[in-house]
C-alpha cells in the first residue's frame, strides 16, 4: 500500500465527532483559580494609580515597591478574598500566532486588565502543578482551541465505530461529555487494530477550547480520559 492510497483510507475511515459552535470566548473563574495558575492578586499602585494587578504567588510581599518592564508597583494588600461585586474574566487573545491568556477584574462596567501572559507557558506549568502528566504529553498546540494528540503503534487501515473495543468507545463517550460541558470540542480517531503483542495502535486528535482547560474540573477530567485511553 503506498502513501496515498493510506492517507485516503484514513481520511474517508477516521472517526470525527464535533460539538459544533466556536471556542468560547472567555470564561468566568474564581480568585482560588489565579492561585492554581500560579498568581497573587495585589491591590496598589501601579505607575502612581491605586489599581488591582497581580504577581507570581509568594513572590510580593505587602509594603514591597518593584518595577517591572519599567512600570513601578507598590504592594497595599495581597487579596484574599474578592471584593464584593467583582468577578474575575479571563480569555485568549491571539498576538501574531501566539496565545495569550488575558485576565480582567470587573465590576458593571468597569474592567482592569489583571494579567496578559503567554497562554501555553503559564497552561503547561499549570499542569505540571497539579500532575496532569497525559494532557501535558498530548499537548500539541495553543490557540484559542488547543489540540491534544495521543498515539500509538504503526499506522494503517482505521476500523468501524462498530470494531472499536470497549476501551476507545468509552473514551470518546467522554470526549463527547466534556465537549458538551466546554461547549465545544472536536475529536478524531483513526483505531488501527491491535500490533502482534497485543497493543493497540491508534491515533486521536482532540481540539478543546483553551479557556475552557483553565477550569480544573475539565482539566482533571480530560487528563482522565487521556490516561484511560490506552
Same mark, same amino acid.
Given at each position: ?144 482551541? +488547543? &489540540?491534544?494528540?495521543?498515539?500509538? *503503534? ?7 465505530? #462498530?470494531?472499536?473495543?470497549?476501551? =476507545? $468507545? ?7 461529555? +466534556? &465537549?458538551?460541558?466546554?461547549?465545544? *470540542? ?7 487494530? #491491535?500490533?502482534?503483542?497485543?497493543? =493497540? $495502535? ?29
Amino acid at each position: 500500500m503506498d502513501i496515498l492510497q493510506l492517507r485516503e483510507l484514513q481520511a474517508i475511515n477516521t472517526l470525527v465527532f464535533e460539538t459544533l459552535g466556536q471556542p468560547e470566548k472567555e470564561r468566568e473563574f474564581k480568585l482560588k483559580s489565579l492561585k492554581r495558575w500560579g498568581f497573587d492578586l495585589l491591590l496598589g499602585k501601579k505607575g502612581g494609580e491605586t489599581t488591582y494587578f497581580t504577581a507570581v504567588s509568594g513572590k510580593r510581599s505587602v509594603g514591597e515597591k518593584y518595577t517591572e518592564d519599567e512600570i513601578s508597583y507598590e504592594v497595599e494588600e495581597i487579596i484574599h478574598e474578592l471584593p464584593k461585586n467583582k468577578k474575575i474574566f479571563a480569555h485568549i487573545e491571539m498576538i501574531q500566532g501566539r496565545a495569550y491568556l488575558i485576565g480582567e477584574l470587573r465590576e458593571g462596567e468597569e474592567n482592569i486588565e489583571i494579567l496578559r501572559v503567554p497562554a501555553g507557558s503559564i497552561l503547561l506549568a499549570y499542569f505540571k502543578k497539579h500532575k496532569l502528566h497525559n494532557l501535558i504529553e498530548a499537548l500539541r498546540n495553543v490557540g484559542t482551541a +488547543l &489540540e491534544l494528540v495521543k498515539q500509538r *503503534g504503526q499506522e494503517g487501515k482505521p476500523v468501524s465505530y #462498530e470494531q472499536l473495543p470497549n476501551v =476507545a $468507545r468509552r473514551f470518546l463517550r467522554g470526549a463527547k461529555d +466534556l &465537549e458538551k460541558d466546554a461547549g465545544f *470540542g472536536r475529536v478524531a480517531l483513526s483505531y488501527w487494530g #491491535e500490533n502482534k503483542d497485543g497493543d =493497540a $495502535r491508534f491515533r486521536v486528535s482532540w481540539l478543546l477550547p483553551t479557556i475552557a482547560l483553565f477550569d480544573i474540573n475539565i482539566a482533571e477530567k480530560a487528563d482522565k480520559l487521556l490516561a484511560a485511553f490506552k
